[in-house]
């Protein structure tokens, strides 16, 4: 690897950490820790941490995929869905809370 990609990786890795900790720092309100694991995710799929499937993960539906986050404070715990298994999941996710 070149320098410069390396250099890259390393600032990533680095922003990466930050945005973690962001997710778990409770006196942030929630729309900034949630924006945090979003963007946490995004930025561990692009790092090659996460893995992209070529389909849904529940119905094997090949569609625009989107990372479902099951719970914030666990950023990169997500689960790859298309929209309709994604409804479905937060819907489950809402009905755990309650
Ligand atoms: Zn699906």
Redesign the pocket.
Known sequence: MKKIRRQRKHDLIARLGRHMDICLDTIRPRRIRTRSARYAAALAESLGLIERPRC??????R?RLQRHHWDYREPLNVTF??P???AVADNMVVQAIA
Request: glycine fraction near 0%.
């Open positions: 849904c993960t529940w119905c094997r539906r569609q869905l298309c309709d298994c994604h």
